[in-house]
């Protein structure tokens, strides 16, 4: 499988706190992702050092292209994309100008192109195309969120916690157009609470404890590995013990 995303050796800080050490974890094209790990394991630390917003050490590839020392918005551009655990909309705006704000790089063609691509995976966005991002529910949220991160036309796209907070319906229809990503060619890496689900769509997944990797292997090998049933598995989405 070709390698679109590879990490190796990665290792973020929070001044003399090591959050991830020895990181090395890779994405192939069209391929689905997910790490899984308890809260405070580094997972979305990880996420963040890929995009360039925490500084790390060790290699980056991305496309071929070693991408560690870019600004973000050159990640960007080269088709990396992430979408935020708190979604980070402009609750002020518009969800159609939340869609347009997220298609600032590419043409007005293109960005025409996209909106309509996003409406159709996302139908409810469209309902609400000139309702105020900020009066949305939740799970329409995430749905802008992850349409506005669509925009920029991403090979890959890292969710970070997008079920969080969500009616299990809702959820079903987030981590259904997710696959749906994958067929239409968007490679996923994704960081989940519910690792149950998470496990369903993914191809391949890494477990993350205390900073490190301590397993990886294919979805279905993993989902039924006793420690992780024991450790994460064990649970109804929703309850105390969430990742």
């Known amino acids: 499988m070709t390698k679109l995303l590879a990490v190796n050796d990665v290792h973020v800080s929070y001044g003399k706190v090591e959050a991830v ?6 994405v192939g094209a069209n391929e689905i992702v997910t790490i899984i790990g308890a809260n ?36 960007v551009a080269a088709g990396l994309c992430i979408v935020p655990e708190h979604r980070e909309l402009f609750g002020t705006m518009t969800v159609e100008e939340n869609l347009r704000l997220g298609g600032f790089r590419v043409s007005r063609a293109v960005a025409a192109r996209e909106e309509e691509r996003v409406y159709a995976l996302f139908p409810r966005l469209k309902e609400r195309r000139t309702q105020l991002a900020g009066t949305l529910s939740g799970g329409e949220q995430q749905m802008l969120a992850m349409g506005r991160a669509l925009m920029s036309q991403p090979r890959l796209l890292m969710l970070d916690e997008p079920s969080l907070g969500l009616a299990p319906l809702i959820v079903a229809d987030i981590f259904r157009t997710v696959s749906e990503l994958k067929q239409a060619g968007v490679s996923v890496l994704l960081v989940e609470q519910n690792a149950r689900a998470a496990l369903e769509i993914a191809d391949r997944a890494y477990v993350m404890e205390l900073g490190e990797f301590v397993m990886n292997g294919s979805a279905k090998d993993i989902s039924g590995d006793q420690r992780v049933v024991a450790s994460y598995l064990g649970f109804q989405h929703g309850e105390d013990s969430k990742l």
């Open 21 to 26: 050490r020895n990181a090395t974890l890779d």
């Open 40 to 75: 405070g394991a580094g997972k979305t630390t990880l996420l963040n050092a890929i995009m360039g917003i925490l500084p790390l050490t060790g290699r980056v590839t991305f496309a071929d292209r070693q991408i560690a020392k870019l600004e973000i918005e050159d990640r």
